[in-house]
């Protein structure tokens, strides 16, 4: 996805993986929710391969640390704040 927005990798790091450790780009991402006016930034995030999941993107460590996040499982709830 992020390729096809055009968006060229700035590194490499080392990742853990289900397929064991694997090389993964770095590139500088925005994630805008724009129903909740909220935009983050980051000079760097990890790029991975989810061809095939369905899924175009992952809420990740660099997300969820700037949140606090309550999991509710008998409502089935997630809450996020910051």
Do not use: C
């Amino acid at each position: 996805m992020i390729r096809g927005l055009g968006v060229s990798p700035i590194g490499l790091t080392m990742s853990g993986t289900a397929g064991g450790p694997q090389q993964q780009y770095l590139y500088p991402a925005r994630f805008v929710f724009p129903g909740l006016a909220m935009t983050f930034e980051f000079s760097r995030t990890v790029g991975v391969n989810l061809s095939g999941s369905g899924y175009i993107a992952l809420i990740g460590r660099d997300v969820l640390g700037v949140m606090h996040m309550v999991y509710n499982g008998p409502l089935g709830v997630i809450t996020l704040s910051i």
